[in-house]
């Protein structure tokens, strides 16, 4: 295989299709594969208080991309979506897109090698990279959107084809994914009362993990944090003082 094969030569040949293409089952079922993991790694590293199972997992990120990139028929968790969806039909997109994606995905997980493998070093915003990368595999499971096929284009300037979904097609929406009046104040209420709901519960409730203080103060702002302080700080001084009037 010489240079340029490589570089454009990515996926299967299908008849019917100009270019060689990928099975998004496939890659929606690894992402949805990945991302289940990822939560499992979170639960389990608060629960044990466990360190190992996230640099594993994240020594495994790295290396399934590092496939994806060379080759999606060899790819640890691409071989699993197969194993899952192989009596589906399968849904073409085209490879050299899904690998642009997978490329910005390997160089996302380069870093957490030294961060967290390598070197254990935990700060909020390394944290929060490793959140969107759990944010990108659901997004491309549960709705098949992928984040990276969408730069594509603005680093290629090649437009994309045979699109999840049929996306990179120009078309009409169909009756029934159209939203009327109701149904979009009701998906708006339940998009506004899911975010703030959950900002709410992490800034007002008192956390029982470091991971669960991780987040308390990553949502708080420097005044708040500052005040939080004082008031700790007020309780520990009346404390000290009730223990000194019973000494007395």
């Not at 454009?8 to 690894?30: I, L």
């Not at 073409?92 to 390997?106: D, E, I, P």
């Not at 961060?115 to 944010?135: E, G, P």
Request: charged share 20%.
């Amino acid at each position: 295989m010489n240079l340029q094969s490589f570089l454009w030569e990515y996926g299967a040949k299908v008849p019917g299709y100009d270019v060689r293409v990928v099975n998004e089952r496939e890659a929606r079922a690894a992402a949805g594969i990945l991302g289940m993991l990822g939560m499992i790694v979170i639960f389990v590293g608060i629960g044990f208080n466990h360190t190992i199972v996230a640099r594993v997992y994240l020594a495994f990120l790295f290396l399934d991309f590092t496939a994806r990139v060379i080759s999606p028929n060899y790819a640890p968790s691409l071989l699993l979506g197969k194993f899952f969806v192989q009596n589906q039909k399968p849904e073409y997109v085209s490879g050299l897109q899904k690998r642009f994606a997978w490329t910005m995905g390997w160089f996302i997980s380069l870093p957490m090698v030294w961060w967290f493998v390598i070197h254990w070093d935990i700060t909020f915003y390394k944290v929060l990279i490793c959140v969107l990368c759990l944010l990108f595999t659901f997004l491309e499971s549960a709705f098949s959107i992928c984040v990276g096929c969408k730069f594509y284009k603005v680093f290629t300037k090649l437009d994309p084809v045979h699109c999840p979904g049929g996306i990179c097609e120009v078309r009409t929406k169909e009756p029934i994914q159209m939203f009327n009046p109701v149904q979009k104040v009701i998906a708006a209420l339940t998009m506004i009362g899911l975010v703030v709901g959950t900002y709410l519960f992490i800034a007002n409730s008192e956390p029982k993990t470091f991971f669960g203080e991780f987040l308390h103060e990553a949502v708080l702002t420097d005044a708040q944090l500052q005040k939080k302080k004082d008031e700790a700080y007020e309780r520990e001084a009346e404390r000290a003082f009730a223990d000194d009037d019973e000494d007395w």
